[in-house]
């Protein structure tokens, strides 16, 4: 039945969640209330009828304010003019663009019509836009005109779309929609296609008989090696995930959510934009890009109630020099993810945000993405030290190298199970058998369970160090070493070594105006934690490499630190 388990009376993790039983680190989530059957049109018909005119979105650097029935508006237009260009059920339709309107606006006109959605990152060179595009069979694609250091349209051109507007190289691409000023020889621009919508209006089908189980997303993950896959996910995936995620907010409409992490990734098109759209929360969008400032003005011009950000966004937050200056006090709510959120972090956050009733989440692309978030009310030193507890209708499972259930507390791998699991890596079966078996999804992130069911990542299973047979994982030492009053971010990692197998290296970004020294972090570490976890090599940086959504990217540190010290790479794990 459509629109059944609509979003109502939201389940919250803490309602009805089962603890774990006979002491083995497995959770399931509160099925008190039903799965929704809505597709992700569905939702914005339903937030266009209850909120019309109250804000749906504002786009501070393009200063552009819709209301719920505007930004429907603006979607019916663009739908029509998608389907003028052909566009039907199940083709795919690329979005290559920083945080514009034309992306919110594409998400839900895709969606009208069926659409698959394919994300491509707002980082990626010629080679990844070229696999990506071919990949996934794109046949339009939105691109900005460029994004930091990036001329996306002369990327285009480099792969040989000229003025025909094709190229050999991407043989299923029929158009280019250019978010360009100027226009461009063989691209569409956005306002043609949106003429060509309001001349066309009634070339648009009738909302299409949609499945909530068909594809309606490609969303490719980060993935360090290897080319990037084709995370493919459901209308059923990400609204529910949507909905459980704003419940664990408590979000509403009386909500205003301010938005600095990039809508390409999970965290921005569902965690903040499907979240408001089911809740009828404002969005507030500070900019195309990451900006602390902009980030904190506009929180506090627009008054948000919430603020979502990975770590390294909040700590440029708190780190700004102008922080002191802005007037935070209507922030409530919001979350923190994507990566290890430093206890010390969350607890500033808590205080000098005002953010009392911040929640930590976490997940992966591939589960839609959230798995485990905590609550409002979860006890303090659960909602800065854990990620909570398992969200409604998922089932969690902490295995060993054999694929045996581990004890409360012991590590091992996590693996999710339920509604949020992908439908598979976009023509990838093997890949996606290798990542998903039985219905689990195999996560690569280490994670203990606690007796009442809250998780703690504890490190990725190939970011684990191995010290003369000691097991190390790097999150320990950079909880511990943040905690020094001059640290404002680091990262831990190995690197092969003759005598001991591996050696631990940590890259320190200390906090605006203080120097330290190795010895300095070398004492801190003396007598709190034992000997062989103290890094043995400490190198101090301006930035930490990490990717757009804020992941470090310890590849990078290690390949840089093997090649300082002549490491060869043929004795890398
Ligand atoms: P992505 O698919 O880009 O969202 O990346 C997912 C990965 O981010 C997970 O597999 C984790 O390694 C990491 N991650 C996400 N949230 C958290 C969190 N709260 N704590 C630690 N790691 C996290």
């Known amino acids: ?33 039903l799965l929704s059957d809505q597709t992700v049109y569905d939702v914005l018909c339903g937030a266009a009828g209850r909120w019309a005119d109250r804000d749906a979105a504002l786009f501070v650097e393009q200063g552009i304010r819709w209301t719920w029935s505007g930004l429907h508006r603006q979607v019916e237009l663009a739908a029509a003019g998608f389907a003028r260009l052909g566009v039907r059920k199940g083709d795919r339709v690329g979005i290559w663009s920083p945080n514009r309107c ?74 280019v929609v250019q978010l360009g000023d100027e226009p461009v020889a063989g691209m569409l621009d956005w306002n043609s296609l949106l003429d060509a919508g309001t001349a066309h209006t009634a070339d648009l089908p009738p909302p299409t008989a949609m499945n909530c189980r068909e594809a309606i997303n490609i969303q490719f993950t980060s993935g360090t090696t290897g080319a990037p896959k084709g995370a493919t996910l459901t209308h059923r995936n990400i609204v529910n995930n949507a909905g459980a995620v704003a419940g664990c907010m408590q979000l509403s409409e009386n909500d205003s959510l301010c938005i600095p992490v990039p809508l390409y990734h999970c965290f921005g098109m569902v965690m903040s934009v499907l979240a408001c759209a089911v809740t009828g929360a404002r969005m507030v969008f500070p900019g195309e890009a990451f900006d602390a400032r902009a980030t904190l003005a506009a929180v506090e011009a627009e008054k948000c109630t919430a603020l979502h950000g990975v770590p390294t966004m909040f700590i440029a937050e708190l780190e700004h020099p102008e922080f002191a200056r802005f007037n935070l006090g209507s922030l409530r709510t919001g979350i923190m993810a994507g990566a290890p959120c430093p206890v010390e972090v969350m607890r500033r956050v808590q205080t000098d945000m005002h953010m009392r009733e911040v929640t930590i989440a976490y997940g992966m692309t591939e589960t839609s993405p959230v798995s485990f978030q905590s609550a409002t009310d979860d006890p303090l030193d659960k909602r800065v030290s854990t990620v909570g507890r398992i969200l409604p209708h998922l089932e969690v499972k902490v295995v060993d190298v054999e694929g045996r259930i581990v004890a409360i507390g012991e590590k091992g791998e996590l693996c999710t199970r339920g509604y949020s699991v992908m439908q598979g890596y976009w023509n990838d079966d093997e890949r996606t058998q290798e990542a998903v078996r039985d219905g689990w999804m195999h996560t690569g992130d280490l994670a203990t369970l606690d007796s009442d069911g809250y998780c703690s990542i504890v ?54 105006g203080v120097t330290c020294t190795g010895e300095e972090i070398r004492s801190f570490c003396r007598d709190q934690i034992a000997h062989y976890k103290v890094p043995r090599h400490i190198r101090f940086v301006d930035e930490l490499p990490v990717t757009v959504t804020g992941k470090p990217q310890k590849f990078v540190m290690r390949e840089a630190m093997m090649s300082e010290l002549g490491l060869s790479q043929a004795v890398t794990r």
């Open 102 to 175: 034309e992306w919110l606006v594409t998400q839900f006109a895709t969606a009208r019509i069926g659409a698959i959605l394919v994300n491509i990152n707002p980082a990626y060179r010629l080679a990844e836009l070229e696999y990506t595009l071919n990949k996934a069979g794109v046949s339009v694609v939105v691109s900005a005109a460029g994004f930091k250091t990036s001329d996306y349209l002369q990327m285009l051109r480099g792969l040989g779309i000229g003025p025909s507007g094709r190229s050999e190289k991407l043989p299923h691409l029929t158009t």
């Open 459 to 512: 490190g990725r299973v190939k970011d684990m160090v191995i010290r003369g047979g000691e097991n190390v994982y790097p999150r320990e030492i950079e909880e511990f070493l943040f905690r020094h009053p001059k640290v404002a971010g680091v990262q831990v990692f190995g690197i092969p070594d003759q005598r001991y197998g591996e050696e631990l290296c940590a890259w320190i970004v200390t906090k605006p």
């Open 1 to 33: 039945m459509k629109m059944s388990g609509s979003f109502g009376s939201i389940d919250s993790p803490g309602s009805n969640s089962r603890r774990p039983a006979d002491n083995l680190s497995l959770v399931r989530g509160s099925t008190a209330t």
